[in-house]
């Protein structure tokens, strides 16, 4: 039987876009047709804070991200210990408090 070989994807990435953009607070929103991913950088003590990166993408690749940064974080953990993170109660997100 003849194996059907996928087409290798070659991926580039500029200058600019390989140096990154820090983020410390995203908001996610979605419809019925995509998610939409705001990468968000906020000053300690700033009023005002200002989206870096907006990501749209469709709920199966939205899925699939979220696969992959579970697995990405278990790999981490298993080499670095656990993360130490502070999740937002529901009252919390209601009242605007951001940590």
Avoid at 7 to 18: F, L, N, R, S, Y
Avoid at 30 to 56: C, G, M, T, W, Y
Wanted: glycine share 4%.
């Amino acid at each position: 039987m003849e194996e059907t070989k996928k087409p290798e994807v070659q991926i580039e990435i500029d200058d600019v876009t390989a140096q990154g953009t820090y983020s410390n607070l995203a908001m996610i929103a979605h419809s019925d047709n995509e998610f939409i991913l705001d990468f968000i950088f906020i000053q300690p003590q700033a009023p005002r804070a200002k989206v870096r990166s907006r990501i749209i993408t469709s709920p199966s690749h939205a899925k699939r991200f979220l696969a992959a940064l579970k697995d990405n974080i278990s790999k981490y953990e298993a080499k670095f210990g656990e993360i130490k993170a502070v999740i937002q109660t529901e009252e919390e997100k209601k009242i605007g408090f951001y940590h």
